[in-house]
């Protein structure tokens, strides 16, 4: 069983920024491509970004320019940098990931923008 552990997550005031950090347990971290959501109160979940075993990475419109995902894959670790940071990004986030037909999740983080 993969285990994810995600942290960092918070409060910050509009504009700021909140590094996520997701660990994965094992020994194939590298093989496999990480993916963060997030779930704000009442709204679905949604995918915000993705990056592939080999680097490839991919953003929801709504973070493009704002929020970095990268991988350090010999610290087993993915992380999401979110600079201006808007109260809309308010949401429990999600880090998944996946190797073929498996995915496992983490329990998510909380990150709440808030003046």
């Known amino acids: 069983q993969v285990q994810l552990v995600e942290s960092g997550g918070g409060l910050v005031q509009p504009g700021g920024s909140l590094r996520l950090s997701c660990a994965v347990s094992?020994?194939?971290?590298?093989?496999?491509?990480m993916t963060w959501y997030r779930q704000a109160p009442g709204k679905q979940r949604e995918l915000v970004a993705s990056?592939?075993?080999?680097?490839?990475?991919n953003y929801a419109d709504f973070v493009k320019g704002r929020f970095t995902i990268s991988r350090d894959n010999a610290k087993n670790t993915v992380y999401l940098q979110m600079n201006s940071l808007k109260p809309e990004d308010t949401a429990v986030y999600y880090c998944?990931?996946?190797?073929?037909?498996?995915?496992?999740w983490g329990q998510g983080t909380q990150v709440t923008v808030s003046s």
């Open positions: 094992g020994n194939i971290f590298r093989s496999y491509a």
């Open positions: 990056i592939t075993d080999g680097g490839r990475t």
């Open positions: 998944k990931s996946s190797r073929g037909l498996k995915d496992y």
